[in-house]
């Protein structure tokens, strides 16, 4: 059975069955369970009109669980509402149920993450790194507002900036490799850009062209990790770098910076350099100063630190590490590298390997291993 196709079908399965009336957790339910028995069934006798399938098998799951709560009225009202047989709209519905889950009843926070579990297929452990919470924390944050939205009509759609965070981390998961959701988080942020004119859409697109435009060299035929100053640029993607910049220029214009702009902004600097000595560092860090006003984000602060030492020496970076919480994911990277071109290669392999150890995935571990290794080997020449 074609598992991407089931994938990619879920969302508007699932939007479906809210637009018909069912409560968001009910409907979630009632789509893992017609999934279920997609893969139970399919193998042998796979469906003509797969989604149609689904629509058909959730509702009536969804009924299933109805009639056991409810009165007899409401039930054959739900009956007469049962879709019809044959073929089910073709319709994109996935973006149109990320705005539905950033609903005006949860906090942001919690939309987002309620979102990036129900329909950005993110586990509840990738969403809690990305908040950098502990994974029970955000277990119970996803628990409460699954009860927060059950029993609600999902006839109010959420804000913009919601939607457009849960898009970032979809994004970065896809980015990361642990997850390939990356062009399609591009899909429907550009679905997005054309049906809302607002700086910040445009920003975020253009953040995610720039990034997605250097992915080919963001890895060695090995599946090692090929960090920014080693990668070959004659592999980056040119024409969406220009695309992505001509939308990044756009917005700019509009004098109404945003932090995905800003954002855009580094890594426009970072695709336009020739070289990765010719990058232009100050003006990068100019843009993390302005992201830092804009979210008071201690990654952005760790990043700037980096900025800052490329800028004006690593005992620069190092002093704006030393304001930063050594808990941060990737402090101690950041700290082996500035230690490193600060010229104390013992406390650089030391942090090299403290940073392997808590890793977020397999390819970065892998790399600030041989960086240890690579030091520790030089010290017994």
């Not at 994974?135 to 999902?154: D, H, L, N, P």
């Not at 910040?200 to 890895?219: K, P, Q, Y």
Request: glycine share 6%; aromatic share 6%; charged share 25%.
């Amino acid at each position: 059975m074609d598992e991407a196709l089931v994938r990619s079908l879920t969302p508007g399965v699932l939007t479906i069955l809210v637009r018909r009336g069912a409560d968001f957790a009910a409907a979630e339910d009632a789509v893992q369970d017609a999934l279920i028995e997609a893969f139970r069934v399919w193998p042998a006798a796979p469906p003509r009109d797969p989604k149609g399938w689904l629509v058909t098998v959730a509702w009536r799951k969804f009924l299933d669980q109805a009639r056991a709560d409810s009165a007899r009225r409401r039930r054959e009202d739900l009956v007469e509402d049962e879709p019809p047989p044959g073929p089910s709209p073709g319709a994109d519905d996935t973006l149109q149920l990320y705005f539905l889950c950033a609903h005006p009843s949860l906090t942001p926070s919690s939309a987002v993450a309620l979102t990036l579990r129900a329909v950005g297929g993110l586990t509840t452990r990738q969403i809690a790194r990305a908040y950098l919470v502990p994974e029970a924390t955000m277990a119970q944050r996803i628990s409460r507002a699954k009860r927060t939205v059950s029993g609600v009509r999902f006839d109010r759609p959420g804000d913009v900036a919601t939607v457009l965070r849960v898009l970032y981390l979809v994004f970065n998961e896809g980015y990361s490799g642990d997850v390939d959701l990356a062009a399609e988080a591009i899909r429907l942020t550009r679905q997005l850009a054309a049906a809302i004119d607002h700086p910040e859409v445009a920003g975020l697109l253009a953040l995610m062209l720039l990034h997605h435009a250097r992915r080919a060299s963001r890895t060695a035929p090995d599946g090692s990790l090929v960090p920014l100053a080693e990668q070959d640029r004659g592999r980056w993607d040119t024409r969406m770098i220009a695309e992505g910049i001509g939308i990044l220029q756009a917005a700019l214009a509009r004098d109404r910076l945003g932090e995905f702009q800003a954002q855009a902004a580094v890594a426009a600097l970072h695709a336009d350099a020739p070289t990765a000595g010719e990058t232009d560092w100050v003006q990068i860090v100019e843009w993390y100063d302005e992201l830092a006003r804009l979210t008071d984000s201690p990654v952005v602060r760790l990043n700037r630190a980096v900025a800052l030492g490329e800028a004006d020496g690593p005992r620069a970076g190092l002093a704006a590490l030393a304001a930063l919480d050594d808990s941060l994911p990737r402090y101690a990277a950041v700290a082996a590298y500035l230690h490193e071109r600060d010229g104390d290669p013992d406390t650089a392999a030391r942090l090299y390997a403290e940073a392997a150890r808590t890793a977020p995935n397999l390819a970065e571990r892998d790399y600030l291993t041989r960086q240890a290794a690579r030091l520790n080997a030089a010290r017994r020449r």
